[in-house]
């Protein structure tokens, strides 16, 4: 069974930092790209950020570059999303999810698998 598991999301001040981690079960992870997106209340889910784990290639939304950095941990099958000076309109929940052999993300449609999110939240 597939899954993605979403952790370290919560409240933050702005200016401030927060680690996010997926971890993935059940399939292949070198196979996969993994990619964060993020919806906030009434907004589309938008990509924030893309990895191949083959490859190690990554893919910023315009909005985070330069703040955000998406890792993976192969050893671990965890990925993680690295967020530096956070904003307000950074906040909502953010999901995990992963495509195999595909290049999708950051199209969240393309996304063959989700994790449930998490929540963060960005004070002003």
């Known amino acids: 069974e597939v899954q993605l598991v979403e952790s370290g999301g919560g409240l933050v001040q702005a200016g401030g930092s927060l680690r996010l981690s997926c971890a993935a079960s059940g399939f292949t992870f070198e196979d996969y790209h993994i990619g964060w997106f993020r919806q906030a209340p009434g907004k589309e889910r938008e990509g924030v950020a893309c990895?191949?784990?083959?490859?190690?290639?990554?893919h910023y939304a315009d909005s985070v570059k330069g703040r955000f950095t998406i890792a993976s941990d192969n050893a671990n099958h965890t990925v993680i999303l690295q967020m530096n000076a956070l904003k307000p309109e950074d906040a909502g929940v953010y999901y995990c999810?992963?495509?195999?052999?595909?290049?999708?993300?950051?199209?969240?449609?393309?996304?063959?698998?989700w994790g449930k999110g998490i929540l963060v939240t960005v004070s002003s």
């Open positions: 990895i191949s784990i083959f490859d190690g290639s990554t």
């Open positions: 999810a992963g495509e195999e052999y595909g290049a999708s993300c950051p199209y969240a449609p393309g996304m063959d698998y």
